[in-house]
């Protein structure tokens, strides 16, 4: 490291300088947009670029809860520029369209086939209405039969539902839905009934705008309360912003009578309700409503909250919580908010509510024995609350089954442990029973997770055998050799294991569903090199395979890609691979060829969970336009999935060493490329989404090793993240020198090689606001670095617009040839 860098990095008295320097640097240096710019309209790459973002997407399949029928799903992977460019309002951590009173941004289904499995026949779903409707939410009802599903149109949004008998679909009520927070509509367990919200009839126009203020916004933290909070996206900033967000985001809950047509009452009061959930046997609603104050510092999920059971016709059966505003969750990854949280009811129950309660003020850095509680209360909620397990970690999750078993899980972040028990609700004094106690990291020893399915309430239980002595696991079965997903049976008094289903090679099978577990008849994806995943009913007791669905190639020109696991170490010793990619009748007598490597970095605790392979070479190569693999129709070597592990065992921060690491990750890819004799070393370039544009910036300012850098949607100044990012627990206060050391914002100056940056203009990930990208620039720009920005219109963190995905192509095709193919 040079010597002028080591004064930024080398103590916390250097922190004020810098911060100050930065300021200075970017408000007085680079006040304004670049000087250099240019007016410029939508581009498309090449033919063979444009053909892949064209091609069509296999349908979307899901299985009925009788597990009699599926529905093929056609759908669209791309939306229009005018689509994406609807009205938006940003508001408390949502965005949602004024017109529609839904979210914004969604990825419509349009049309629908239904299948049944044992005949084969196909027909579609009629009565939807236009050329291509606008469909979305698609729901089962409990027995099967009918399909709910929401149609956006002029008006608004509408609750349609489909007989799959018949095969016909049509609207089922007038009343216009609200899905601004709530999921819009549920199926009650009798099959027949619908709980919606809906639009407040008679609501009046949206609140206007002032033009003149009455006075200045103002927050006061009066006291001195500590809110170390994330920097998230799309607040409140104004008390017309309130008005605004309650405005659209109150609703009125109804109930829909799915067999007499029109037939819809109304159930309780409006507000801002966040979540309706019907109890599994249909009697009550768990109610969730947000209340005022709300905040400017935290999204909606955070304002003050009231949860109540509610009777069907609306009235308050039991107040179970108020939930204060939540401005104060104490900093990283184990911390939880104060006071009950996670509301749910148990599905093994008719009407029994259960929830969590951390025990340590949600604090993980109090020393405690019991992080969390689990409670219970029943209907008809006039009893005393129960009190649960307790849990020695974080509570993670509950899968139900009957009332004598449950496989309850909890976790701690910081040590990455996970801890399944066997779990027995009806018989409280029995403790539970610890069945796997493992590292989170160690995919070699996964034992899966256990396979539930749906009861005749539309309750997802644990899938048993008829005695009841067996539960059954699925995995993704990482080992050296790949992946090579797996179905288990798993014996609750010995806790052992039987396999049942193992993939293998040359395909890459995975479990979608257990049609019959006496028959061990299993619904599966089958995909391989050559051929796109398709499904399959398996016979696991004779072997028998019979197709269920025929989709095509979707790009049958490029049908002889073929991907390799390459595996390596990096100079320390630790194991890395990747997903190689070449072009179509490359032969190593054609010599080398330029380089593209696609990464994400990920944080690890030990050597050996950050060198096992989680992927399989047989799984089938998908050319979307947001996908690397592209490039390999340009003459490019493709590296997609590069391991870039950061590692920091026992009490190290993988962060402290981040750079260093990065670095070595980079140079062993390289290298074995080179000697596999694919690669030239002097053309490669590095790039990545989000972090890994994070990960794509640093790797350009602390070496040489690349001829150029793409980083899409990135944050390149960790000091406007000072409360965290992505895992990193600590605050900038905590580590101002890691924050610095890890910003590439900070070393603008060391950057040699040509750098395309590359953001959305509405980005809503927290912590990658536009303006990460608008700055790094800016600095760039200031040291006489070979860069290029190119902000995109209307685009979120992820890109949607066919124009936008083109474009990006475009830019990036530019940048390569010019920079790395074609490199003087």
């Avoid at 408390?92 to 529609?100: C, M, S, V, W, Y």
Wanted: with cysteine; aromatic share 12%; hydrophobic share 35%.
């Amino acid at each position: 490291m040079k010597r002028n860098e080591n004064r930024i990095l080398t103590g916390n008295k250097w922190l004020l300088p810098a911060l100050l320097f930065t300021c200075a640097f970017v408000f007085l240096f680079f006040p304004g947009p670049a000087d250099a710019q240019e007016g410029i309209t939508y581009q498309k790459p090449p033919k063979e670029m444009v053909d892949l973002v064209d091609a069509p997407a296999s349908p979307m399949v899901t299985l009925s809860p009788d597990k009699e029928h599926i529905v093929l799903i056609k759908r669209s992977l791309l939306m229009s520029l005018e689509e994406l460019a609807q009205p938006e309002l940003q508001l408390a951590g949502l965005r949602f369209n004024p017109k529609t009173n839904g979210m914004s941004r969604v990825m419509y289904y349009e049309s629908m086939e239904i299948k049944n499995l044992k005949t084969l026949k196909q027909y579609p779903l009629t009565g939807l209405p236009g050329n291509r409707p606008l469909v979305s939410n698609f729901s089962w009802s409990p027995d099967g039969r009918y399909i709910g599903f929401i149609i956006t149109s002029g008006e608004g949004l509408e609750l349609w539902v489909g007989d799959v008998r018949a095969g016909n679909c049509k609207r089922s009520c007038n009343e216009v839905l609200n899905n601004v927070i709530i999921r819009s509509y549920r199926w009650l367990p009798d099959s027949k009934h619908i709980v919606f919200s809906g639009v407040v009839k008679g609501r009046g126009p949206a609140p206007v705008k002032k033009p003149v203020p009455l006075g200045p916004e103002v927050q006061d933290n009066a006291g001195g309360k500590v809110a170390p909070v994330q920097t998230y996206q799309d607040l409140l900033k104004s008390k017309y912003d309130e008005e605004v967000f309650s405005y659209y985001a109150t609703s009125q809950l109804y109930i829909l009578n799915v067999e007499d047509a029109g037939s819809v009452k109304t159930v309780g009061k409006p507000g801002i309700i966040s979540q309706a959930s019907p109890s599994p046997d249909g009697k009550y609603l768990m109610v969730s409503s947000i209340i005022p104050p709300f905040s400017y510092l935290v999204p909606y999920r955070l304002f003050p909250t009231v949860v109540e059971i509610w009777d069907m016709e609306g009235n308050i059966v039991k107040t179970i919580a108020n939930i204060p505003l939540t401005e104060d969750i104490p900093k990283g990854q184990d911390a939880v908010q104060k006071g009950p949280r996670d509301f749910m009811w148990r599905g093994d129950a008719p009407a029994a509510l259960y929830w969590v309660e951390a025990q340590d003020g949600g604090d993980p850095a109090k020393n405690v024995e019991i992080r969390d509680k689990i409670y219970y209360l029943e209907a008809p909620f006039s009893g005393q609350v129960k009190q649960g397990p307790a849990l020695e970690n974080r509570f993670m999750d509950i899968t139900w089954g009957s009332g004598s078993t449950a496989i309850l899980s909890e976790f701690w972040w910081k040590t990455r442990r996970e801890v399944t028990w066997l779990y027995q609700p009806d018989f409280p004094g029995k403790a539970p029973k610890v069945i796997f106690n493992r590292s989170s990291e160690d995919q070699y020893t996964n034992p899966g997770f256990f396979v539930t399915t749906p009861n005749s309430r539309g309750q997802y239980l644990l899938l048993t055998d008829k005695s009841g002595k067996t539960l059954y696991l699925e995995g993704e079965g990482a080992s050296p050799e790949g992946n090579h997903p797996f179905l288990d049976s798993f014996d609750l008094k010995s806790f052992k294991t039987r396999r049942l289903f193992r993939s293998t090679d040359p395909y890459y099978e995975t479990l979608y569903a257990v049609l019959d577990i006496n028959s061990l008849k299993i619904l599966i994806s089958r995909e391989g090199k050559k051929s796109a995943p398709n499904y399959y009913v398996k016979n696991l007791k004779n072997g028998k395979l019979d197709q269920v669905t025929f989709f095509p190639h979707p790009y049958p020109a490029l049908k002889d890609i073929e991907k390799q696991i390459i595996k390596y170490k990096r100079a320390d010793g630790v194991e890395l691979s990747g997903g190689l990619y070449l072009p179509i009748g490359y032969k190593k007598t054609d010599g080398p060829l330029p380089v593209l490597i696609w990464a994400y970095p990920s944080e690890f605790k030990t050597k050996s969970a950050a060198g096992q392979l989680t992927d399989s070479p047989y799984r089938f190569p998908y050319l979307s336009g947001t996908s690397p693999l592209v490039w390999i129709t340009q003459g490019y070597a493709v590296l997609d999935d590069a391991s870039m592990p950061i590692i920091g065992e026992a009490k190290q921060e993988p962060n402290d060493t981040y750079i260093e690491q990065l670095v070595a990750d980079a140079q062993a890819a390289i290298d074995k490329l080179v000697e596999m004799g694919v690669g030239d070393r002097k053309r490669v370039a590095i790039s990545g989404h989000s972090y890994g544009a994070f990960m794509t910036a640093n790797l350009l300012a602390h070496s040489r090793l690349f001829a150029a850098g793409i980083a899409r949607s990135g944050a390149y100044n960790r000091t406007l993240t000072p409360f965290g990012f992505q895992n990193e627990d600590r605050t900038l206060w905590d580590a101002p020198e890691t924050y610095l050391k890890m910003s590439p914002f900070m070393y603008a100056h060391q950057v040699k090689d040509p750098i395309l940056l590359i953001h959305g203009l509405m980005d809503n990930n927290t912590g990658t606001f536009t303006i990460q990208t608008e700055r790094f620039y800016h600095a760039l720009k200031g040291h006489g670095a070979t860069a290029r920005m190119v902000l995109l219109p209307y685009e979120s963190h992820g890109y949607r617009a066919r124009e936008s995905i083109l474009h990006v192509l475009w830019e990036t095709y530019q940048w390569l040839e010019k920079y790395v193919k074609n490199k003087k």
